[in-house]
C-alpha cells in the first residue's frame, strides 16, 4: 500500500534519531521520523505513569555527557535558545549512602567534594583533584571520538600507541574499574563510588575493558549534573518541535514491520499498517542493531554472513527494575541533612558485597541490596503537583532468573521491588508506606515489552564492551553508521558512542551527510 514520500526516513523516534531528524532538517531536506509508541522518546522520555501531575521518567534521568556536546554547548539546533529545553544544574547533586549511614557527597565545588572524601580517608581527599587532572586528559584523548564518528579501530589504537598519553588511553580502556580504582584510592568508599558510576554502562566493575567509564566521574565538578526542567523527554520534545519548525514530520503509533529493499537499496519502511513510506536519499534506522538486520530486512539482501555475526553480538551483563514512584514528601536520609539535599542517591553495599551482587548477575540471581534513587523533584518541582515529589527508584537485575527465566518475572516483581524499598526504608526516616501515593512497575522483561528496541530488557541497546565499542559499535568495520544495503544507515544506541544521552545522533549525522555529499560544517554554521 503506497504512502508519503520524503527525502529521508527515520526509523525510530528515540532521542538520537530526532537529532538526525533535526539536522537533515535544519540542512533543508524533507524529514520524516516515524515511532512505534504514541510519544517521540525513545528512552528519554517523561510520562505520567502513577497519578495525573507526577511526572516520571522512563529510562534516562541525567543528561550529563551531552552538556559536553557541540549541540548543547553550542546549542547548533536552537534547543535552549528557540525551542524551550532548559538545563538545571542541582548541587549538591549526588550522594553515595554506606552500610554505616556515612555518606560521599559530591559537590560542583571541589573543595567541599574533597572535604566528604577525608571522612573516609584523608589520603584519597589529596588524591582526587590529582585525579581529576587525570580524568581530563583521559577524556579528552577519548574526546576526539565521542561527538564525531570513531576512527577504525585498528587506526585507533596505532595512533594512540605513538605517544605517551596515548598509551596511557590505551592501558586505561583496557583495563578494568576496579584495577583503576584500587590502583587510585585506598578507601573502599571511593572504590565503590567509582565502580558504582562505570557500572552505569551495565557492565561488572571488573570485567576488562571497563576502566574508561569511571573517568566520567570527574563531570560532576567539570560539565555538571543536569536534568531537563519538566523532565528527561523535555529534550525529545525540543527535539520534535525542531523538526516539525523545519517542516518536518512526525509519525506516531506507526509501527515499522519491515524495511523494503529492492535492487540492493533501501526504498521505504513498511508499517505494521500496510503502508510504506518512501525514501528519496536515505532510512536511518534508530531502532536496535538485531532488530533491524534480524527482523526487518530479507537475509538474501544481506552478506551471508552478516546475519550469524549480528546474532553473536552480546547484551549488557544486566538489565534493571525500574520503579516510578508518587511521594508526599522528599525522602530524608538517617546519613543527614546535605544527603537530604541531593536529588540522586546511591545506597551501596561495602566492597565485598558489592562485588559479590555482579556476580550474581550472572546466574540470574537477583538483588535488592544497591538501589539508586532520583528525586527530580527536589532540583524541579515542576514534576509534581506543589508540595510533592516524584522518585526514580532503579536497581540492576538479571534478564534470565535462575529460577524461571524473564517471564518469571511477571510473579516476583512485586515481591522484589518491595525488598528494594525495604533497603531504602533502611536508610530512610519517612519512606514508609504512608509516603507512597502511587508506583508503577518496570521489570527488564517489561522493558523489552514496552519497547522492543531494547531486547531482552537492555537499555544499552547491545553491550558496550570493548569488542563492541568505538568503531566495533555495532560490530567489528561497521562502526560507520553504514550498513550492506545503499542508502540505509544507522544511529543511536546501536551505534557509536552508545547508549546514555550523549547526543550521539549528531556523530551519525555527520558521517551520512558525507555519504550524501552534504557540508555538515557549513550545515551547522547557518
Not at 564518528?149 to 592501558?171: I, K
Not at 573517568?215 to 527535539?239: C, M, R, Y
Not at 559499535?473 to 561497521?478: E, S, T
Amino acid at each position: 500500500m503506497g504512502g508519503s514520500e520524503h527525502d529521508v526516513v527515520i526509523a525510530g523516534g528515540g532521542h538520537n534519531g530526532l537529532i538526525v531528524g533535526a539536522y537533515f532538517a535544519k540542512a533543508g531536506l524533507d524529514v520524516c521520523v516515524v515511532e512505534r509508541q504514541d510519544k517521540v522518546g525513545g528512552g528519554a522520555i517523561t510520562r505520567e505513569w502513577t497519578l495525573p501531575g507526577f511526572k516520571h521518567d522512563m529510562a534516562s534521568m541525567i543528561h550529563m555527557t551531552i552538556q559536553a556536546n557541540p549541540l548543547i554547548h553550542r546549542d547548533e539546533l536552537e534547543l535552549q535558545s528557540k525551542y524551550g529545553l532548559r538545563y538545571i544544574f542541582p548541587d549538591p547533586a549526588c550522594a553515595i549512602i554506606f552500610p554505616d549511614q556515612k555518606a560521599l557527597v559530591l559537590y560542583q565545588d571541589m573543595d567541599r567534594t574533597c572535604e566528604s572524601i577525608a571522612q573516609f580517608s584523608r589520603k584519597d581527599a589529596e588524591a582526587y583533584p590529582q585525579f581529576c587532572e587525570h580524568a581530563k586528559m583521559i577524556l579528552k584523548t577519548g574526546a576526539v571520538s565521542m561527538f564525531s564518528p570513531a576512527a577504525p579501530f585498528g587506526r585507533l589504537v596505532s595512533f594512540m600507541d605513538s605517544s605517551d598519553g596515548g598509551r596511557e588511553y590505551l592501558r586505561t580502556i583496557l583495563s578494568s574499574t576496579w584495577d583503576l580504582a584500587c590502583e587510585l584510592f585506598e578507601s573502599e568508599q571511593m572504590r565503590v563510588a567509582l565502580a558504582r558510576f562505570a557500572s552505569e554502562v551495565m557492565i561488572g566493575p571488573r570485567e576488562k575493558g571497563t576502566g574508561v567509564y569511571m573517568f566520567g566521574f570527574p563531570h560532576f565538578q567539570t560539565w555538571k549534573v543536569a536534568i531537563p526542567e519538566g523532565g528527561s523527554g523535555a529534550l525529545s520534545d525540543s527535539l520534535a518541535a525542531c523538526i516539525q519548525d523545519k517542516g518536518g514530520t512526525i509519525r506516531v503509533s506507526s509501527p515499522i514491520k519491515a524495511i523494503n529493499v529492492e535492487g540492493g537499496e533501501a526504498k521505504g519502511v513498511i508499517l505494521e499498517s500496510g503502508e510504506e513510506v518512501l525514501a528519496k536519499k536515505a532510512i536511518v534506522s534508530n531502532l536496535n542493531v538485531k532488530q533491524l538486520f534480524l527482523q526487518m530486512l530479507d537475509p538474501k539482501d544481506l552478506p551471508p554472513d552478516f546475519p550469524k555475526k549480528v546474532r553473536r553480538i552480546e547484551q549488557s551483563s544486566f538489565m534493571a527494575l525500574h520503579q516510578a514512584v508518587a511521594l508526599n514528601e522528599a525522602p530524608k536520609y538517617k546519613a543527614g541533612e546535605a544527603v537530604d539535599e541531593c536529588f540522586l542517591i546511591e545506597i551501596s553495599p561495602f566492597q565485598e558485597e558489592f562485588l559479590r551482587i555482579f556476580e550474581e548477575f550472572v546466574y540470574g540471581i537477583p538483588s535488592t541490596k544497591m538501589p539508586l534513587l532520583g528525586v527530580g523533584t527536589i532540583a524541579d518541582p515542576t514534576r509534581a503537583p506543589e508540595g510533592k515529589h516524584t522518585l526514580y527508584l532503579y536497581h540492576y537485575e538479571p534478564y534470565d532468573l535462575k529460577d524461571g527465566g524473564p517471564t518469571k518475572w511477571n510473579e516476583i516483581k512485586e515481591e522484589l521491588a518491595d525488598g528494594i524499598m525495604d533497603t531504602v526504608r533502611e536508610h530512610c526516616t519517612n519512606m514508609g508506606p504512608e509516603n507512597v501515593l502511587g508506583r508503577y512497575l518496570f521489570s527488564p522483561y517489561d522493558i523489552e515489552q514496552y519497547n522492543p528496541a531494547m531486547v531482552q530488557g537492555d537499555i544499552m541497546h547491545i553491550g558496550a564492551f570493548l569488542t563492541q565499542y568505538f568503531s566495533n559499535r555495532p560490530l567489528p568495520g561497521w562502526g560507520h553508521y553504514k550498513t550492506p544495503v545503499k542508502k540505509l544507515y544507522m544511529c543511536g544506541a546501536s551505534t557509536h558512542p552508545g547508549a546514555g544521552i550523549t547526543g550521539g545522533g549528531r556523530a551519525a549525522t555527520e558521517a551520512i551527510m558525507e555519504d550524501l555529499g552534504i557540508d555538515f560544517r557549513k550545515m551547522i554554521k547557518k
